[in-house]
């Protein structure tokens, strides 16, 4: 290979459409990519994201690896005509790590049968902060046990069908309160402390083999000198990664296209800067000519440094042992798209994991008049990183027609007149939200018998005194398993994988 190609290595690029444009197949041709990341942008359904995945290995004319997010919950990117797994958090909720090697497994034959052998997952974050808006339910729970737990099921069931995994986001933002796609969260532990806490997780699935970790956009004053992201930090790197934690595998930047580091340099520095500093994939999700420029801007650096070279053959190293496990030299010529088995599976998984924290209004299951109420809000996009669908979820419009109650969608500007006996309350994240929690007082006062359905994170079943369930994402596949539980058709089997102190 050239230099220009092998420089091309250490690109992962993501592409607009469903369809090879011209402008992605010029994109491909000039960055040459050793990886290409799929987004829910690029997929319609499994038969035409096989032929995506075909004509894209044609256009780039050497080995390339396809990878996806596909955590499960909220951060799904196979969703149409895809089985869809609860997420992190509620896998958790079912007790029983079996579940996450299902779900793990199950993912991994579906991508894989399409050509995509690279799941970014599973998230080894520690959720112990609740006001968190990044991670959350993306995560397994609040102590590193819980992670550890069902990330090493899950990643087992990606290991047996040769499916890389992804540990991130190193070295570890649970406790942080900024979405590092928005600027550059803080955290203030010192290394003894990241080893009694955030690292433990990296450090275990390491031991189980862990192919690649995520280096995050988060700053660490106690080890960074400077006030810069880790994704640029040879601190963290190189001397943390590397040399203290022996890591062997490859380090994979997060979107170098975030706010959490564009805000610190521009493009073409942090893709420089990330190289220098030790990443060996480095990530650009989207704007096409800043793909290209930043190819250009680094092969000139590596022209011009020969310390650059010796970075560059160390990371060609781990890429090409990457390489050799996880591409696949041809695809199948012929696909079964019918996963009606595994959506199964999915479903008795997210029918153990709907959680009742309490029921101390007696709403369980739920018998309502004409004169009850069903309020809900809109589900929006509260992590940059999901794609999920907005509007208004299914199990409240369902269980306002069955019933023939009135159904209210409430947003910020909603003031709370109506009031009665009964009143189911959707939130999405309302323990962040001032005007979610002051339509829950309002629903208190307002009605005798009142439940809160958590729809995202469960720290909202603690915001006011009543019944309250939550179903950690309302992916469909949870929606349902609560629609179950809510009628009494199902008993709710979960259990709470963080604690919450009122």
């Known amino acids: 290979m050239s230099l220009e190609s092998l420089a091309g290595e250490l690109f ?38 096989y032929q995506l995945i075909k004509e894209l290995r044609k256009v780039v004319k050497k080995p390339v690896v396809f990878s996806i997010d596909q955590e499960g919950g909220i951060v799904t990117r196979l969703r149409n005509g895809f089985t869809v797994s609860c997420g992190a958090m509620a896998l958790a909720a079912t007790k029983d790590e079996n579940n996450a090697y299902l779900a793990g497994k199950i993912l991994a034959l579906e991508m894989k049968s399409l050509g995509i052998t690279w799941n970014l997952a599973p998230v080894l974050d520690i959720n112990d902060n609740p006001n968190n808006p990044g991670i959350g339910v993306r995560s397994f729970g609040d102590t590193p046990q819980k992670v550890i737990k069902f990330a090493k099921a899950f990643y087992k069931g990606l290991s047996e069908e040769s499916v890389a995994a992804c540990g991130k986001h190193f070295p570890g933002k649970g406790s942080v309160e900024v979405d590092a796609h928005l600027d550059m969260p803080v955290l203030q532990k010192s290394l003894e402390e990241l080893k009694r806490w955030e690292l433990i997780p990296f450090v275990e699935l390491m031991k189980e083999g862990l192919e690649s970790i995520m280096p995050s956009h988060i700053h660490l004053p106690q080890l960074q000198p400077d006030r ?210 002051r339509l829950l007082e309002q629903a208190r006062s307002n009605f005798r018998q009142l ?17 309250s369930i939550c179903s950690y994402s309302y ?28």
């Open 228 to 437: 810069l992201p880790a994704t640029v930090s040879k601190e963290i790197l190189t001397d943390l990664l590397r040399k203290t934690l022996n890591y062997h595998g490859i380090a994979v930047a997060d979107d170098l296209l975030m706010g959490g580091i564009t805000k610190a340099m521009s493009v073409e520095d942090a893709v420089i800067n990330s190289f220098k500093s030790g990443m060996d994939v480095l990530s650009l999700c989207h704007e096409p000519q800043a793909q290209i420029s930043a190819k250009k801007a680094l092969l000139e650096q590596i022209k011009k440094n020969p310390e650059l070279e010796k970075r560059l053959s160390e990371s060609l190293g781990r890429i090409k042992n990457f390489k050799e496990k996880f591409y696949l030299k041809t695809l199948p010529d012929e696909i079964s798209f019918d996963f009606s088995d595994h959506e199964k599976i999915m479903d008795k998984i997210a029918e153990q994991s709907i959680t009742l924290v309490s029921d101390e209004d007696k709403m369980i299951p739920l018998e309502l008049s004409v004169n009850d109420c069903v309020i809900t809000v809109k589900t929006s996009r509260l992590v940059q990183v999901q794609e999920t669908q907005m509007g208004i979820p299914w199990v409240a419009k369902e269980l306002s027609e069955k019933f023939g109650c009135e159904l209210l969608v409430v947003d910020k500007d909603s003031k709370l007149a109506k009031k009665g006996k009964k009143c189911v309350f959707f939130t999405e994240n309302a323990h962040l939200s001032a005007w979610q929690s």
């Open 475 to 502: 992916e469909m596949v949870s929606q349902r398993a609560l629609f179950k539980v809510l009628l009494g058709e199902i008993k709710p089997l979960g259990e709470l994988p963080v604690e919450v102190f009122k």
């Open 12 to 49: 992962m690029v993501g592409i607009d459409g469903t369809e090879l444009t011209d402008e992605a197949a010029r994109v491909l041709e000039q960055v040459k990519p050793g990886f290409i990341i799929l987004f829910s942008r690029n997929i319609e359904s499994p038969e035409q994201l």
């Open 451 to 467: 439940l809160v359905v958590a729809m995202r994170n469960p720290y909202d079943c603690f915001l006011v005194n009543s019944s």
